[in-house]
T-cell receptor, first 114, second 112 residues
Framework: NAGVTQTPKFRVLKTGQSMTLLCAQDMNHEYMYWYRQDPGMGLRLIHYSVGEGTTAKGEVPDGYNVSRLKKQNFLLGLESAAPSQTSVYFC?????????????FGPGTRLTVT | GNSVTQMEGPVTLSEEAFLTINCTYTATGYPSLFWYVQYPGEGLQLLLKATKADDKGSNKGFEATYRKETTSFHLEKGSVQVSDSAVYFCALTLYNTDKLIFGTGTRLQVFP
């Protein structure tokens, strides 16, 4: 049981490049989340999903897109990276409605945009 | 709006010292409250929770009491260890929402 895994662990992009971050969970959780963590800002929610085929915007969605084609995977895309998107990105999952507080986090992806 | 405010860190302590990390909240409804911990190089993990006023959450020697009158949920531990060095996040969720709202985190450094 691997829990929540994230790929890649580190990435350096040039401004304007695109990339996709992959999150996978093997706990059969319904809900999945993407956060970014910046110094002094805590965790901010980018997008989330309450089930396969659904997505919703969080607090800071601009510049990002997501897809949840399979229940176990949640992809975060950056179409045209900007230096302001330099951050550590965390994926999380939670079991079901009413337990969204019980979140299980991946180890994070450190992204640098130059 | 709904928000969580934590004391700024870092908090630096010697091993076996008493720990308090302050957390206060603002909420339009009646929130549930949580502490999450992030060890170096890892994702966050749920440490403890409290779902109603006067509830005390506890885990691994850490405790926090939900105080509605002061809108607070301070984290305490009687005797910290070097292995407790981490970043601690206070968070809330409101009934019938799908999201957690996190504070900015407080770094704890414990020295032998």
């Amino acid at each position: 049981n691997a829990g929540v895994t994230q790929t890649p662990k580190f990435r350096v992009l040039k401004t304007g490049q695109s990339m996709t971050l992959l999150c996978a969970q093997d706990m059969n959780h319904e809900y999945m989340y993407w956060y970014r963590q910046d110094p002094g800002m805590g965790l901010r929610l980018i997008h989330y999903s309450v089930g396969e085929g659904t997505t919703a915007k969080g607090e800071v969605p601009d510049g990002y897109n997501v897809s949840r084609l399979k229940k176990q995977n949640f992809l975060l895309g950056l179409e045209s990276a900007a230096p302001s998107q330099t951050s550590v990105y965390f994926c999380a999952s939670s079991p079901e409605e009413g337990r969204s507080w019980e979140q299980y986090f991946g180890p994070g992806t450190r992204l640098t945009v130059t | 709006g709904n928000s969580v405010t934590q004391m700024e860190g870092p908090v630096t302590l010697s091993e076996e010292a008493f720990l308090t990390i302050n957390c206060t909240y603002t909420a339009t409804g009646y929130p549930s409250l949580f502490w999450y911990v992030q060890y170096p190089g890892e994702g966050l993990q749920l440490l403890l929770k409290a779902t109603k006023a006067d509830d005390k959450g506890s885990n691994k020697g850490f405790e926090a009491t939900y105080r509605k009158e002061t809108t607070s949920f301070h984290l305490e531990k009687g005797s910290v260890q070097v292995s407790d060095s981490a970043v601690y996040f206070c968070a809330l969720t409101l009934y019938n929402t799908d999201k957690l709202i996190f504070g900015t985190g407080t770094r704890l450094q414990v020295f032998p």
